[in-house]
């Protein structure tokens, strides 16, 4: 498998498990009251599981956000540009 990297650097694209684990912790302490109930993160990322907008099973295609910590903001939303699925 090829080593992809992000185009302004040479860091990789693909985040460990333990590194998804740890941008989510470090956002929930941050986010406090603005986090969403379980089922409506859950339901959230079954829609991005299933998008093909989804870049390495972590990052929506248009915000650049990692969809585990964007589904989890109470105030955010789908980055889909005019079709907004969640
Ligand atoms: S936020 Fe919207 S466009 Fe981005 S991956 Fe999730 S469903 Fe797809």
């Known amino acids: 498998m090829s080593k992809q990297g992000c185009k302004g650097c040479s860091a990789s694209v693909h985040l460990s498990v333990e590194d998804i684990y ?6 929930e302490a941050n986010l406090q009251e603005d986090l969403v109930e379980e089922d409506v993160y859950r339901m959230r990322l079954e829609i991005c599981q299933k998008c093909p907008e989804l870049l390495y099973n972590t990052t929506c295609k248009y ?21 907004q699925m969640w």
């Open 22 to 27: 740890e941008v989510i912790k470090g956002a």
């Open 63 to 83: 915000s650049g956000y990692i969809v585990y910590v964007l589904a989890r903001d109470k105030k955010a939303s789908c980055q889909h540009p005019g079709q």
